[in-house]
């Protein structure tokens, strides 16, 4: 199957700085979602991203499809950002086959 | 808002004991999907629906069935509990290609 891998695995930040985490895929994918999930364990869909850039507020992502990589950009972080953050991708089209995740980059936002 | 409605947050059941965990979505979604997710593992499908009463293995179906009666509504039925499916159980829902949305997971223990 697909093999999707997310780096760094570990991240530890002070409040106020950026951050860039990056999602490789070994296959060509329909589609590519970002995700993150919060201290108490809330899996919440940050994008929907399966080429290009899209941004919300501080948060914005990039989808090279051609090249297999997606990027998740984070400015100006909050202790709220903390958590886990899962880039999925679904390679056989129709949605209905189920995401395959990476194994998460963990972050940790210090005041 | 979408909303992925898990019955129970916590459970805890014996070895040997029959298991249901119920997931109700309210936006009319096609695809249901259940997930488990273990420290080192990540999130790995188990079973997934793209339509009433039809069912579809994902990457680990061993020791679980599922029911699929009504669009809104997907369980995941541990037929005989077993210690090594203490794990916390995630159900999603979509529509087609579109946006992945979770629930609030269900911490399963057997004891």
């Known amino acids: 199957g697909i093999q999707v891998e997310q780096s760094p695995p570990d991240l530890i930040l002070q409040e106020g700085a950026n951050s860039t985490l990056r999602c490789n895929f070994s296959d060509s994918v329909n589609n590519l979602q970002w995700f993150h999930q919060n201290p108490w364990g809330q899996l919440i869909n940050l994008f929907y991203i399966p080429s290009g850039t899209k941004q919300n507020g501080r948060l914005s992502a990039t989808t090279v499809a051609t090249e297999r990589y997606s990027l998740l950009y984070i400015s100006s972080s909050q202790t709220t950002d903390s958590g886990v953050y899962f880039c999925?991708?679904?390679?056989?089209?129709?949605?209905?086959?189920?995401?395959?995740f990476g194994k998460g980059t963990h972050l940790i936002i210090q005041p | 808002d979408v909303k992925v409605t898990q019955s129970s947050r916590y459970l805890v059941k014996r070895t040997g004991e029959k298991v249901f965990l119920e997931c109700v979505q309210d936006m009319d979604h096609e695809n249901m999907f259940w997930y488990r997710q273990d420290p080192g593992l990540g999130l790995r499908l188990i079973y997934f629906?793209?339509?009433?009463?039809?069912?579809e293995k994902g990457d680990i179906p061993e020791g679980y069935s599922v029911s699929r009666e009504k669009k809104e509504r997907f369980s995941l039925i541990l037929e005989s509990a077993s210690t090594n499916q203490t794990s916390m159980y995630l159900c999603?829902?979509?529509?087609?290609?579109?946006?992945?949305?979770f629930g609030n997971g269900t911490r399963l223990t057997v004891t």
């Open positions: 629906s793209y339509d009433v009463k039809m069912k």
């Open positions: 999603a829902s979509n529509g087609g290609n579109s946006p992945l949305h």
């Open positions: 999925a991708v679904d390679y056989s089209g129709g949605g209905a086959d189920g995401l395959t």
